[in-house]
């Protein structure tokens, strides 16, 4: 199979290697005579990404591989089908750290989407690189994103001198939420147990330590001059803030916004969240 990367940064390197070990064709940042393009782009550029190449894509399988959301809360899926109608589009999430990727760790990844799930599997997967299916497209697309901001929230606390037992409450609680969002949304509940959004959200990723950094004290806009870290969970935070949805409570993701950008303190949201458990 011919495979398009377009985002060739640490994790879209690390996807290629696994691919290509399974006898795929990679190409890189460009997508002539390739039979499915892979997104590894942050998520605030999945759709411009593919709009500049829409002249070219013709029945390529479509691949979204980063986190978030577009504008608005809007899902991908929905954006995506109106852009591409005539392309099958997939979304792949999981715990997939490139260091343990390019080290070929056992690792267990979630494929979403369209038509030949199966025959998609059948090129991707290896023997330590495993693909489990499902028709939840809603589901796996709210929890791969909203899983790097309760991420980040879990670090805060860590970061601010609480313990593991404090961070595995907004562990079980985080996951609740985004749960709930998701439902509200229309999607099946037992996926976000699944290792799209739970699995996921037990790893200790880049956002969990950006988290980190702000619960010691410092300001989201210091932190980000001195070290690049990826957008995806502040992205998220801010687009499911934006959503227009009567029926889904934001309370649990205002808190995480007032910590990082209103400078709630860290024991006044633990407070708020523990009396109204």
């Given at each position: 199979?011919?495979?398009?990367?377009?985002?060739?940064?640490?994790?879209?390197?690390?996807?290629?290697?696994?691919?290509s070990s399974v006898g795929n064709t990679i190409y890189k940042e460009e997508i002539k005579d390739s039979d499915a393009i892979l997104l590894a782009v942050p998520s605030f550029a999945v759709v411009d990404v593919l709009l500049s190449y829409k002249n070219e894509i013709a029945n390529q399988k479509i691949i979204i591989c980063s986190k978030g959301f577009h504008k608005n809360g809007e899902l991908f899926s929905d954006v995506l089908k109106k852009e591409f109608p005539n392309n099958q589009i997939y979304f792949m999430y999981g715990p997939t750290l490139a260091e343990e990727l390019n080290s070929e760790m056992f690792s267990v990844i979630v494929l979403a989407g369209g038509e030949d799930k199966e025959e998609l599997k059948?090129?991707?997967?290896?023997?330590?690189?495993?693909?489990?299916?499902?028709?939840?497209?809603?589901?796996?697309q709210v929890g791969a994103a909203l899983k790097n901001t309760v991420n980040i929230f879990i670090g805060i606390v860590e970061g601010a001198g609480f313990g593991q037992n404090t961070q595995?409450?907004?562990?079980?609680?985080?996951?609740?939420?985004?749960?709930k969002i998701g439902f509200c949304l229309g999607a099946n509940p037992d996926t976000f147990i699944g290792p799209s959004c739970a699995g996921d959200l037990f790893v200790r990723s880049r956002s969990?330590?950006?988290?980190?950094?702000?619960?010691?004290?410092?300001s989201y806009d210091e932190i980000s001059k001195d070290i690049k870290y990826p957008q995806e969970g502040i992205a998220a935070l801010k687009n499911i803030l934006k959503i227009n949805n009567e029926k889904i409570d934001l309370s649990f993701f205002s808190l995480i916004n007032s910590i990082i950008f209103e400078n709630m303190q860290v024991k006044e949201a633990l407070k708020i969240l523990a009396d109204n458990i």
């Amino acid at each position: 199979m011919k495979i398009s990367i377009l985002g060739y940064g640490i994790f879209g390197s690390a996807i290629s290697s696994s691919l290509s070990s399974v006898g795929n064709t990679i190409y890189k940042e460009e997508i002539k005579d390739s039979d499915a393009i892979l997104l590894a782009v942050p998520s605030f550029a999945v759709v411009d990404v593919l709009l500049s190449y829409k002249n070219e894509i013709a029945n390529q399988k479509i691949i979204i591989c980063s986190k978030g959301f577009h504008k608005n809360g809007e899902l991908f899926s929905d954006v995506l089908k109106k852009e591409f109608p005539n392309n099958q589009i997939y979304f792949m999430y999981g715990p997939t750290l490139a260091e343990e990727l390019n080290s070929e760790m056992f690792s267990v990844i979630v494929l979403a989407g369209g038509e030949d799930k199966e025959e998609l599997k059948r090129q991707i997967e290896s023997k330590y690189f495993r693909v489990l299916l499902s028709d939840d497209v809603v589901g796996v697309q709210v929890g791969a994103a909203l899983k790097n901001t309760v991420n980040i929230f879990i670090g805060i606390v860590e970061g601010a001198g609480f313990g593991q037992n404090t961070q595995a409450f907004i562990y079980s609680i985080g996951l609740k939420e985004i749960q709930k969002i998701g439902f509200c949304l229309g999607a099946n509940p037992d996926t976000f147990i699944g290792p799209s959004c739970a699995g996921d959200l037990f790893v200790r990723s880049r956002s969990r330590i950006l988290g980190v950094e702000i619960g010691k004290g410092r300001s989201y806009d210091e932190i980000s001059k001195d070290i690049k870290y990826p957008q995806e969970g502040i992205a998220a935070l801010k687009n499911i803030l934006k959503i227009n949805n009567e029926k889904i409570d934001l309370s649990f993701f205002s808190l995480i916004n007032s910590i990082i950008f209103e400078n709630m303190q860290v024991k006044e949201a633990l407070k708020i969240l523990a009396d109204n458990i």
